[in-house]
């Protein structure tokens, strides 16, 4: 195994060691520290090693990243462990992946340095000016760790981003922070060159494929819902079920069930083809319309209204075919009871009809009323202890 701290390196252990994100290919992530704003017709003195040095390890421990480098010197920190992730990198919620963890690493660098600062007496505007002191042992070390010498979205030159998600999930190799997506910065701008060894896969990064992504990774809210890859709740569920129920469930090794996985979406894509969709609006993350018309209704928050319950089950059984009250709340009335195993899953469409009626009446039996008592009309008592076994909210 290769080593998990850089040899030579300062060790200034921050402790919160955290795994990385295996499924995704190895990584490292090139910054500078930009802990001033200089200009070239107003340098301002470099920011000292030391000084970086104590900001990661103190009140900046929240943004550390693995390595910091004073590329003037060579020395190096190193904060945490190779196999690691670190925090230099912005991973919001509805970011696709963990972005410090989306790697078999995610070795991130911080180089100490500013465009234009000054040191001792001389101005660097680009880091790839300085001496770049012990980049050799910094390179060769991750490259052990099996990154590849290669930037999938182009070495750095200038602070323009580029950001692209199917990329970054794809292919190992060199990122800029101006590179990974989710993030806003725009360093480092320039690096020092990849020279070939272990890690190269010995194509020049122009060339290097970037294997095709045909399952869509992101999410979608639908009345106040999210859908779509990492998605969790009960709609899942539902959604999942819906789609055998249709047909469209070859993609399933188990479940469906409550996260949505790849195999969602590709069943959810196989589905919106049938309706005629392409391209990316047969991605297989839901759409409105899509998701109406695979449910007969949109799935809701999971808070249920007896009065509202109780007026669909007046109203639906006889008006016609399909007719929907209050269909949301009916649906989780209903996706309850086929759960318990009342109602077949066909018949949770969000209308409280005949079907609905006697699943209800089953369950008030099995809450032990009896006779009238058991008439399928929901009550307050018995949809409470439907909601405590099912997960639901119930108000009046």
Request: with cysteine.
């Amino acid at each position: 195994m290769p080593e998990l701290w850089l040899p030579g390196a300062e060790i200034h252990d921050l402790g919160d060691h955290a795994p990385t994100d295996q499924q995704y290919p190895p990584k490292a992530i090139a910054h500078i520290t930009w802990d001033r704003n200089a200009t070239a017709a107003a340098p301002q003195d470099w920011c000292s090693y030391e000084d970086l040095v104590g900001y990661f390890t103190g009140s900046g421990a929240g943004d550390a990243p693995h390595l910091v480098w004073d590329p003037f010197s060579g020395r190096t920190a190193q904060l945490f462990p190779a196999d690691s992730r670190s925090k230099s990198l912005l991973s919001p919620s509805q970011s696709p992946t963990r972005t410090n963890r989306a790697g078999r690493v995610v070795i991130q660098i911080e180089a100490v340095f500013f465009p234009y600062c000054r040191y001792q007496g001389a101005v660097y505007p680009r880091l790839v000016d300085t001496p770049c002191a012990g980049w050799d042992r910094i390179h060769a070390w991750i490259s052990s760790w099996g990154v590849p010498d290669i930037w999938p979205m182009g070495r750095p030159t200038d602070f323009s981003s580029h950001r692209d998600e199917r990329t970054w999930e794809a292919l190992g190799g060199w990122y800029a922070h101006a590179h990974v997506p989710y993030n806003d910065h725009t360093d480092p701008g320039s690096w020092p060159d990849l020279t070939a060894g272990p890690g190269s896969p010995g194509i020049p990064p122009q060339q290097q494929p970037v294997p095709p992504v045909t399952t869509a990774r992101y999410q979608v809210s639908i009345n106040g819902l999210p859908y779509g890859y990492g998605a969790q709740g009960y709609q899942v569920t539902v959604v999942g079920r819906a789609l055998v129920a249709h047909g469209f469930g070859d993609h399933y090794r188990s479940g469906p069930g409550p996260n949505w996985t790849d195999a969602d979406t590709e069943n959810y894509a196989d589905y919106q083809g049938s309706l005629g969709y392409a391209g990316q609006a047969a991605d297989g993350v839901p759409g409105e319309s899509s998701l109406r018309r695979l449910l007969g209704y949109l799935p809701g928050q999971r808070t249920v209204s007896v009065s509202h319950v109780v007026a669909a089950a007046g109203t639906d059984p006889g008006a016609a075919q399909g007719h929907l009250t209050y269909g949301s709340e009916v649906a989780i009335v209903e996706q309850a009871l086929a759960d318990e195993g009342l109602l077949d899953q066909r018949w949770v469409d969000g209308s409280f009809g005949t079907r609905t009626v006697s699943a209800y009446a089953a369950w008030q039996r099995r809450c032990g009323y009896q006779a009238g008592a058991a008439d399928g009309i929901p009550g307050q008592a018995s949809l409470q202890q439907l909601g405590a076994a099912q997960g639901f909210a119930v108000t009046d």
